[in-house]
């Protein structure tokens, strides 16, 4: 086997799962050799494209599906605080390579977006809840609160323009949301990362991998070098829906029982200068009854090569590409005797769902303008257009009831910790930076002694919560509020 083709490490997927993971790695152990590979001939072209995700900082300020309404009417805010953690981390590890120039210019990838919840009627009173729920919580402490029509007019015009006086409404807001290009962050990370040495090849595919003594031997396919083979003690599958299938060719047992469940989606993009002019806010509402959390409606701001937009939904609907560039024969090839079951209980426990799915393919062009019309009701159809969204494929795992549909992100690693995979979506790509650190700790233990020093020097916050520690909180905040150029 030549020389060149054993690498310390093998990172599959040319997205922000994979330029994150490459980018620690790097500052980590600079020695060692790493080789990305993206089938794909553009990084960061999959859910990692800016007009294939939201773009939201998921920080939990917005995101009303983060904070469940108990039954005794109080919020649960257990996970928002959770993910606003972890994004506080991707926010230091960020500024990090701002600091020390491996990031050139945060302004292409990061930017301030105020963050609002929006209600109408009765949920009034539930937003009131979660207001005072998280406003009494450190990471939370700017939100701010209004049901006065007025001011939702100031802080969002749009929202108010064409509305009927006599609606009931209210609004929370915090100046520290973002609006986040992980696209762009994606090839800034892998850029600074191949400037150290990773090796990073757009064209190639991995069509298997198998045990080779303690590691792994890949093979991969491209049209350059035709097949060949590429062994390494380390593989990370982070190829978003496509790291389900790999995961089962492993045949690691950590990875059985696990089948995904693809949702595909739309967006309604305007570009017209004098709408995007009038509206500076990313807006999040509730999901209809039945509706996946990942379609939460929201009215955003984005930003993209230096062009404001607006983007509008997402509306929600099925294929069976685990990618939005892959097969038809995705989900039916990833169906195995160890989850059938668990599927087969998904589909019987999740017909809203389903039934919410089909409506949603069914959609007209103008009940998805009537849908916008809730946010913004006097949106002109010809205003917008409709975008396909990334494809995400939610986690199934076997549960209690046989199966269980998780909404979220599963880091999945064998127990040796020679290979890891990350499967599911929304709030992957703004907690990556958490999660991969935590797929360094389960994957290589040994090394954290070692470690501790410098991932303390990237990551202040490292093994410590910021939420307990106000004066590291407030140091945080400000360090990566000017390192990334942020106003909050």
Known sequence: MPTENRYDAVLIGGGVMSATLAAIVGELEPDWSVLVLERLDTLGAESSDPWNNAGTGHSALCELNYTPQKADGSVDIAKAVAINESFQVSRQFWAHLVETGALADPGAF????????????????????????????????????????????????????????????????????????????TRELLAGAAARGVEVRTGHTVTDLARRGSGWALTVRSDAAGTEEVVTPFVFVGGGG?????????????????????????????????????????????????????????????????????MFGPYAGFSPKFLKTGKLTDLPRSVRADNLLPMLAVARDNVPLTTYLVKQVLQSPAQRLEALRVFYPDAREEDWE?????????????????????????????????????????????????????????????????????????????????SEDADLLAKASARTRDALHLTA
């Open 110 to 185: 990061i930017r301030s977006v105020p963050h609002m919840s929006f209600v109408r009627g009765a949920d009034v009173d539930f937003l009131r809840a979660r207001y005072e729920a998280l406003s009494a919580h450190p990471l939370f402490a700017d939100m701010q609160w209004t049901d006065d029509r007025a001011v939702v007019g100031e802080w969002a015009p749009l929202l108010l323009e064409g509305r009927a006086p006599g609606e009931r409404i209210a609004a929370t807001r915090s100046e520290a949301g973002t609006d986040v290009n992980f696209g762009a962050l």
């Open 242 to 310: 496509g790291a389900l299938h790999l995961l089962q060719r492993s045949g690691v047992p950590e990875g059985r029982g696990f089948g995904g469940f693809p949702v595909s989606g739309q967006w309604l993009r305007c570009t017209n200068p004098d709408v995007v002019a009038r509206h500076a806010a990313k807006v999040y509402g509730q999901a209809e009854v039945g509706a996946p959390p990942m379609s939460v409606p929201h009215l955003d701001t984005r930003v993209v090569d230096g062009q404001r937009a607006l």
């Open 386 to 466: 409709l975008l396909t969204a990334g494809q995400r494929v939610q986690v199934i795992k076997k549960g209690p009831r046989g199966g269980v549909l998780q909404f979220g992100t599963e880091l999945v690693h064998a127990a040796d910790g020679s290979i890891a995979a990350l499967l599911g979506a929304s709030p992957g790509a703004s907690t990556a930076v958490d999660v991969m650190l935590k797929l360094l700790r389960q994957c290589f233990p040994a090394h954290q002694e070692a470690w501790r020093p410098r991932l303390v020097d990237m990551v202040p916050s490292y093994g410590r919560a910021l």
